[in-house]
């Protein structure tokens, strides 16, 4: 059974910095994009960032320059820096992955507070 194991939430000031790793296991198949959403209370879930295998990464408009996504293939892991945060990133994050076959898979989500 897949599952996808998140941690690296918590609370953090303005300006300050977390980050969140998430990793994948019990798949028989290779990861292909994997990238972290966001949830915040009263919106719809939002694409934050998204890396390739290959490492070619997306990141949304209101993230850029702040938060870096990675990879290591060998872990099945999944980073996401954030540096700069804003009260507007308080949300839960989520992971989610992509594998061979397309099929997909998310973590439990875990929640960011960015105090002001």
């Known amino acids: 059974q897949v599952q996808l194991v998140e941690s690296g939430g918590g609370l953090a000031q303005a300006g300050g910095s977390l980050t969140l790793s998430c990793t994948v296991s019990?798949?028989?198949?290779?990861?292909?994009?994997m990238g972290w959403y966001r949830q915040a209370p009263g919106k719809q879930r939002e694409l934050v960032a998204s890396?390739?295998?290959?490492?070619?990464?997306y990141y949304t408009e209101s993230v850029k320059g702040r938060f870096t996504i990675a990879r290591d293939n060998a872990k099945n892991t999944v980073y996401l820096q954030m540096n700069n945060l804003k009260p507007e990133d308080t949300a839960v994050y989520f992971c989610?992955?992509?594998?061979?076959?397309?099929?997909?898979?998310w973590g439990q989500g875990t929640q960011v507070t960015v105090s002001s």
């Open positions: 989610k992955v992509v594998v061979l076959g397309g099929y997909e898979y």
């Open positions: 890396i390739s295998r290959a490492s070619n990464t």
């Open positions: 019990g798949s028989d198949f290779r990861t292909n994009r």
